[in-house]
Each structure stands twice: as C-alpha cells, then as structure tokens.
C-alpha cells in the first residue's frame, strides 16, 4: 500500500513548498531537491496507476484466501503476523508489495539491491 | 563587541554579567553567532575573555539554549548537560562541559555553555573520504566508554532517565507495536519485522548508557594532520538505558552508512574494525547473530519514527515537504527488514 502523502497529496505540498521557497536560503539547493524527487515519486505513480493497488489486492486475496478491500485485508495481516499465525507465503508477498513501491519511491535503490543479489 | 549573532545586545550584556560571576572575575562577550543547523536547538558560537579567576584568558565555546520551536519530546537542557557531563567524566570525545544557566532571566531560556570542538559532522560529506580503519576503531572505542556508564554509577545524576528496562529488546517491541497502532495505516513489513524482534529476542544482560542515536551524522570527525579523528559525539537527546548492542547496531545498520554500503562501519570504515574497537575498549563480546538482530531493530525502529514523522504532515498537525517525504523512505527500510528476516514462512 502507498504510503501518505503520495499522488495529489504529495504535488501539493511540493507545489506550496515552491511557492514559497527562497532561491537565496543556504538549504535552497536541499529544498530544490526535495520538490524535485516528490515530483519524480508522483510522476512514477501515476505511470504505474492502479496496477499496483491490483497486484497488492490479488496478492492479499490469494494469502488470505478472502474477498475485501485491500486497507481491510491489510489490517487483517497485521493481526495475523502479530498474532504469530501469519500464513506460509506472507514473507514472499510482502517482498512483492514493496518491490512495487520501491520501485516507485526509490528506482535506484531497489536496482542497487538487484545488483547486490 | 563583535556580531551579534541572534543574541540581542541586552541578552549579551546579562550573559556577560552572569558570566563575570560565574567565572569569579570580569568576563567580556567577544563574539557571539548563531550556528548553522539545530531546528530543537540553537547553538551559538561564543567567544570570550575572562581577566583572571580559575579560568583566565580567551575561550572559544558554544552556548546551546532552546529554540523557539522547541517540542517536549526531547531532554530537556538541564538533562542535556548532566548527559554530556556523565558522558565527559567517562572519557567519552565530547566537548567539555563548562556551565549550566537555569536562570531564565538572562536569555528567557535554560542554556549551558560547552567548549568549541572543530570537525566535520555531516554524514554526505564524511563518506566521500577514503574508507578509514583506525577512525572506526577509534569510535568503536570511544561508544565502549559510554556503555562504562551504568545507572548504578550515574545514580540521581541521571535520575530523569527513569528506571532501566528489565528487558529492552521486548519493551522496544512493545513501544512500536503501541506507535504503529496509533497510526491510521496498517503497515504489514514493519508489523513482520516487529514479530520477527518479539521472536528472536536476546535474553537481557547488562544495562547501560546508550546514546541511542549513535550514527554518522551525529558524530564530528576532524581533519588532523596525521589522519581524521573523532572529535565530538553530538546530539544526546535521545540517550537512555538500554542494551549495549543497541549502539552498536544502529551505527552499523545500513540506513546510517549514507549510501556507501560497502563500508559497513557508518558508511566511514569496515565494520570488523568497528567491532574490534568496540570489543577491545569494553571487553564484551559483541557476537555477529546479536549485532545483526540490533540492525533490524534499527531499521524497524527508524521505519517507525518515519512514519511517525510522516504521519505529522498528513495529519495537518505541521505541513512540511520534508516529513511528507520521510514516508518514502519507509519502503527502503522495509527492504532491508525483508532481507534480513527471511524465514520458513
């Protein structure tokens, strides 16, 4: 599941931060970067669109053998992997899940980890 | 009198007039600045001339006072100090503790006044130098003497730490349970890396001053002409009891190696160099499997104050680009957790 802000939410505090971003501050090169790589996250999201939410929801179906909304079947493996009762396939579908956000919050790092392996 | 910094005149002539008591002979404010950094603290370049008494002469020092953003989730200044005291009659590489100033009068604010070290201390920078053995064994050491310090020793000094977790490893497993609940989201990676902690738990040993932040970053290293040297530990606001290997562990972790993963010491030197340091300086071993489960715990624990700070953001309680963004490194730790907690399952 994306993590918030992401999307919208993320464009627009990136957008008030510019607005309001003094070009002469001694971070102005860090804040610059900062609007730029939130700008490339929601760039990559909205390439991806919803297939990831789909993969993660096929993904929660399969393991949890249960129809429902992702957040909820979410919720539910939480309670299962505190609860020590998390089924044999949960360490192979949460990799999956984040791949896929990595993929879009940090290409770079997950190509490194590739590289690594 | 030379700049005047972010001190207004008045707060220089009291810190003057303060300072001449203290001191026990006439003392004159210099130079005053305000440092760079420090959005809890401010730390303030403070040169002075003290005409005779048990300090005579020019001192180059640093006054840290509250900002006036400051949150009351950190130690306060008093606490600070007795820290960085504790912290210097233990041979740690700190600078020199000098006063402390509860009077609110003289600057509206609790400070205290320490010696001036010189060095580098930001983690990007710091790994573009060549990888360096006998600088992390050096701070391998240097973290063995803050483990000397033991609640028993410090006694009421650092009484404000509370009483020391009969079992830190299961207590922290607890705290982020109780953190990730208050959070809206569910977040099923750093819930399996918190099972995996509760699993493979160490039996508790000894407990000892940690400083709980123990990183590239937060340690200054100077330039010496026979090599760099680690010349200040900074940022003491999180210090607390814990298990020593928590230290160790969160030094090592690789989300503190700045992107230079190949140099396992903070990014700075190799990691068995570290650990002979450490070993060496404190007699106590520090096993590969036991060092390894303290670098879960603080990739867990880092994915937790992320999502917390995140979580400041969206929650409209301080709208900032920065704290939105925390939320995306999130995924990055979550790897790392994956990686090192593959099981049956």
């Given at each position: 599941m994306r993590k918030h802000p992401s999307g919208k939410a993320l464009i627009e505090i990136a957008e008030a931060t510019e607005s309001t971003?003094?070009?002469?501050?001694?971070?102005a090169n860090y804040v610059a970067a900062m609007i730029r790589n939130a700008r490339a996250i929601v760039d990559r999201q909205a390439d991806v669109g919803d297939d990831a939410d789909r993969a993660e929801a096929a993904g929660l179906h399969a393991l949890l053998d249960q129809a429902g909304a992702a957040e909820d079947l979410n919720r539910e493996l939480v309670r299962l992997i505190r609860d020590g009762?998390?089924?044999?396939?949960t360490h192979a579908h949460l990799v999956a899940v984040n791949r896929a956000e990595l993929a879009e919050s940090n290409p770079r790092y997950l190509a490194r980890l590739d590289d690594e392996d | 009198m030379g700049m005047a910094g972010n001190l207004t005149t008045e707060q220089t002539s009291r810190l003057a007039a303060w300072l001449t008591d203290e001191a026990q002979a006439e003392t004159q404010v210099l130079a005053t600045e305000r440092l760079s950094g420090g959005a809890i603290q401010e730390n303030h370049r403070l040169e002075i001339d003290v005409a005779g008494g048990p300090w005579p002469g020019r001192h180059d020092l640093v006054l840290r006072r509250d900002a006036?953003?400051?949150?009351?989730t950190s130690h306060s200044r008093a606490e600070e100090y007795a820290l960085l005291k504790a912290a210097h009659k233990a041979g740690?590489?700190?600078p020199a503790p000098c006063v402390l100033c509860?009077?609110?009068?003289?600057?509206?604010g609790p400070f205290f006044i320490m010696h001036r070290v010189s060095g580098e201390a930001r983690g990007g920078r710091l790994i573009k130098s060549p990888p360096d053995a006998a600088l992390v064994r050096e701070i391998g050491a240097d973290l063995a003497r803050i483990h000397t310090i033991t609640p028993t020793a410090a006694g009421e000094n650092l009484?404000?730490?509370g009483t020391p977790p009969a079992d830190p490893a299961r207590t922290a497993v607890t705290q982020y349970r109780a953190y990730l609940d208050a959070l809206p989201d569910p977040h099923p990676a750093v819930e399996w890396g918190l099972s995996w902690l509760a699993e493979h738990a160490p039996a508790p040993g000894e407990i000892v001053l940690c400083?709980?932040?123990?990183r590239t970053g937060n340690l200054m290293i100077d330039r010496a002409p026979d090599g760099p040297r680690l010349s200040a530990t900074l940022d003491?606001?999180?210090a607390g009891w814990s298990d020593p290997l928590e230290d160790v562990g969160w030094f090592l972790?690789?989300?503190?190696?700045f992107g230079r993963?190949?140099?396992?010491?903070?990014?700075?030197?190799?990691r068995d160099d570290f650990i002979a340091g450490y070993t060496a300086a404190s007699g106590r071993a520090a096993p590969p499997d036991a060092v390894a489960y303290w670098e879960v715990m603080a990739h867990v624990r880092w994915a937790v104050i992320a999502l917390q700070q995140a979580w400041r953001h969206v929650s409209g309680e301080e709208a900032s680009l920065e704290l939105a963004l925390t939320a995306h490194v999130v995924p990055e730790l979550e790897a790392e957790i994956l990686a090192m907690t593959r099981g049956p399952s």
């Open positions: 971003a003094d070009p002469n501050a001694p971070n009762t998390a089924p044999v396939g | 006036a953003s400051a949150v009351a740690v590489t700190v509860t009077d609110e009068s003289i600057l509206g009484g404000f730490l400083h709980r932040d123990y003491w606001e999180f972790a690789k989300c503190w190696r993963w190949d140099q396992e010491a903070g990014g700075l030197g190799p």
